[in-house]
């Protein structure tokens, strides 16, 4: 029963359709087909399915939206002896997918993959009858209906192992660094965030969904949980847009619910005022191990009136009080990959019905992104590269100036050191957290009101470790299996399966320290804002009157942000305004030297 569900074609697509560029016409839709239940307008969609610059590499994968609906493209350039081609041919073959909570245009993407290759080995005379009848056995029927099955991730993540973003998930981490959590902030607090890539723009339309799952992806929320109704509904993802675009980017953003696009497009670094986040990945480099730079859109009040541009772009990095948080998270991505020989365990998601096609290949294996971010060999060289980019030099200096730092502050405020004092409460000894035996699978990981690495025990922030207690409680992940024993003498196509479960399992680990650290956010400012019963805010110093909520740096402490970023303070603005924990009044961060002493000194 698990294999055949795991094998059944989805039948969600509601549109098909092949974009190209024509000598004479330009971009023109040569072929499409679509559901008649669908109210979606296909008009236009060749540019977005053709985005500027993919003239540059033969294949790639384009994600977009249109009307509400999702879907994926797959790009080819081929070389062609017609008239006016310039010697190659581009198309584009895409679909979209009914606007489901269970619908994802990615489970499409390796047959899409093969009946867009069939039809580009045709010829220029393009028969779509292969394509006719592969969307007639994938089409949306209103009597059939769509699926309601509900996966965990775990399930969703095995049963999709050739085409599911998440599972990039570690390497879009391992690039970004500790600036990926300033990407996590503003999505959460449904931000606009743009991502502007150059071809290939893959790793760009997978980062964007990714973004969204990392804030809103939790698949084991309590439904009386303040943060319930917030994160049930996800941001935009909208994937590729270009300048005809602009108007769903103008709508988009008056919903007010945040959305998250990319583009090709360098033309929008120069409109600011569309978007509140750019992320520039044109900016990383493999050789320097340079990271994407971000940039902030900021309104510039002494344009107003003039021709100037009313917004301006300044760069942002990631905060202090991101380091504890990207600590952890760097645990788990520097965890080793199981043995060359390792036997992997047998999954019924994965076995395919027996005589198919499938069950005599080979699993397909994720899409490869750039390689990632790597230290080298060479101490020369190393520094050298480390030389080249300032940037990495900052990075380095703030992890380690913020560890010793927040160190310091925890102590000062009665916490103790950082990394001993986290107990899950009951009993244990306090130890400093070694190598890392915490994220072994299976691993302890953080639960719901437990902070960053353990639950408080009592009002004062103190904190211990979660490796050293006897009644560790298991992880929230549901169903990790351990990593296989190696047994000598397995095969290549073993190894590349132990490798594959290894990436699953860290990516679940991964997930869940995000969803966990989410409703740890959420529970709090609940509490600080007050809004159980009517009741006043309550908090270290927190000020109240009718009209605002004013937060100290002792409350801005207490979400584990920086009590003197402005980042973290408009952070914990945005967060209140769109979750409506504040009751519809303005929330106001006070920062100031004086409200921090205050905060260290207890006065």
Known sequence: ????????????????????????????????????????????????????????????????????????????????????????????????????????????????????????????????????????????????????????????????????????????????????????????????????????????????????????????????????????????????????????????????????????????????????????????????????????????????????????????????????????????????????????????LEAPPPGSSAARAPAQQPTPLPPPLLRTDSASTAMSTSWTDPWKIYEDACVVCASIWLSGLRTAMGGGNLLTNWREGGSGGVHLEGEDAALQYGVNVRKVGQGIEGKRIDSKPRRVSLSNTPNRVASPVPGIPPLPVPIAGTSSMTETAAKHQHQVQMTLILLNVFHTHTEFLLDRLGELLGIESGAAPVGAGIAYNPDNIVLTARDVMALELGPLSDLDARFVQWLAEKTELAGGRKVVVRRSWRDLLAAVFGF
């Open 1 to 348: 029963m698990a294999a055949s569900s795991a094998w059944r074609i989805p039948c969600d697509v509601v549109a098909v359709f092949h974009a190209s560029f024509h000598p004479t016409q330009g971009y023109i839709i040569s072929w499409s087909q679509k559901v008649p239940e669908a109210s979606l307008n296909l008009d236009g969609i060749e540019f977005t399915a053709l985005p500027s610059g993919l003239h540059a590499v033969d294949s790639d994968v384009i994600y977009l939206s249109r009307d509400g609906y999702r879907g994926v493209c797959v790009f080819t350039r081929r070389k062609s002896d017609e008239e006016g081609a310039r010697g190659f041919r581009l198309e584009s073959l895409g679909l979209m997918v009914a606007n489901s909570p269970r619908s994802f245009p990615w489970r499409h993407l390796p047959a899409l993959k093969e009946i867009a290759r069939e039809v580009a080995e045709r010829g220029e005379g393009w028969d779509w009858a292969p394509l006719q009848a592969w969307y007639e056995t994938r089409k949306l029927r209103p009597e059939v209906g769509l699926s309601t099955e509900t996966l965990t991730w775990e399930e969703e993540l095995t049963r999709y192992p050739a085409s599911h973003p998440a599972l990039h998930l570690p390497h879009l981490l391992r690039i970004l660094g500790p600036s990926s959590l300033t990407l996590y902030k503003h999505v959460l607090a449904r931000r606009r965030v743009l991502i502007y890539a150059q071809p290939p723009v893959e790793p760009a339309c997978i980062l964007a969904y990714i973004a969204s799952d990392v804030c809103f992806g939790s698949r084991n929320r309590d439904s009386t949980s303040r943060g319930h109704a917030y994160l049930s509904q996800s941001p935009g993802v909208l994937g590729m847009v270009t300048l005809n675009d602009l108007e769903t980017l103008q709508s988009e953003s008056w919903a007010g619910t945040g959305w998250i696009a990319c583009t090709t497009d360098a033309i929008f670094m120069e409109k600011p005022y569309l978007y509140d986040l750019l992320i520039d990945m044109s900016t990383a480099n493999w050789v320097t191990q340079s990271r994407p730079t971000m940039y902030l859109s900021r309104y510039n009040p002494a344009a107003a009136g003039t021709k100037k541009p009313t917004h301006r772009l300044s760069p942002v990095r990631f905060t202090w009080s991101d380091v504890r948080l990207w600590n952890e998270l760097d645990r788990v991505l520097r965890t080793d990959p199981p043995a060359a020989d390792g036997a992997p365990v047998s999954d019924p």
